[in-house]
């Protein structure tokens, strides 16, 4: 089955300075990589995604990369503030997947210092 | 708003009882998941359904079952419960296709 590795599992910024997260995944079949976002105590939230005919994709200040032949994908936070201090969640579905079948990377816990 | 609803936020069971988790979607979602989250695992899927009355095993179902009698309803049974099941849960639902998942805001389980 699929396997997404993540990293790094945490990561500390300055407040206005950028974050990337980077995701790794095994199974070429998968076509779709969404971002979720859990902040403390709540549950995760879709933040952003991609699908495999597409490279990159922004929204704001976010922004998401996908190099398909490296089987790979970023996300990038540019000006961070500190409401996006959180846990970040990659994930990655085959095409063949019955029922959208995600599978999460292991996590990024960000934390944006004022 | 679109919710996905789980019955309890915080449980404590009791080694070898029979827990019910129950998740309730009012979204008309075909698809519906129980992850279970542990720090530095990510979520990991326990088990799938995609329709009602079908389930599909995800990458650790074990010690664990489900049942979907209802489309808006899926249930999460630990049939005897222990206590490295001791995690918070999440339940998912999604229209076909690719779709961002609705989850729920989480059971956090202590089996004691």
């Known amino acids: 089955g699929e396997n997404v590795e993540q990293h790094p599992s945490t990561l500390s910024v300055q407040e206005g300075d950028s974050a990337v997260i980077k995701c790794t995944y095994s199974d070429s079949a998968s076509n779709y990589f969404p971002w979720y976002k859990q902040e403390l105590g709540k549950r995760p939230q879709l933040i952003i995604d991609?699908?495999?005919?597409?490279g990159e994709k922004k929204d704001q200040r976010i922004a998401v990369t996908l190099n398909k032949t490296a089987k790979h994908f970023s996300l990038h936070i540019t000006e961070t503030q500190p409401e996006d201090s959180a846990v970040y969640f990659c994930a990655a579905s085959p095409i063949k997947a019955a029922g959208n079948k995600l599978t999460f990377g292991g996590g990024t816990r960000v934390l944006v210092k004022p | 708003d679109v919710k996905v609803t789980q019955s309890s936020r915080y449980l404590v069971k009791r080694t070898g009882e029979k827990v019910f988790l129950e998740c309730v979607q009012d979204?008309?979602?075909?698809?519906m998941f129980w992850y279970r989250q542990d720090p530095g695992l990510g979520l990991r899927l326990i088990y799938f359904?995609?329709?009602?009355?079908?389930?599909e095993k995800g990458d650790i179902p074990e010690g664990y079952s489900v049942s979907r009698e209802k489309k808006e309803r899926f249930s999460l049974i630990l049939e005897s419960a222990s206590t490295n099941q001791t995690s918070m849960y999440l339940c998912a639902s999604t229209a076909g296709g690719h779709y961002g998942y609705t989850f729920g805001s989480g059971t956090r389980l202590t089996v004691v």
């Open positions: 991609i699908r495999s005919n597409v």
């Open positions: 359904s995609y329709d009602v009355k079908m389930k």
């Open positions: 979204m008309d979602h075909e698809n």
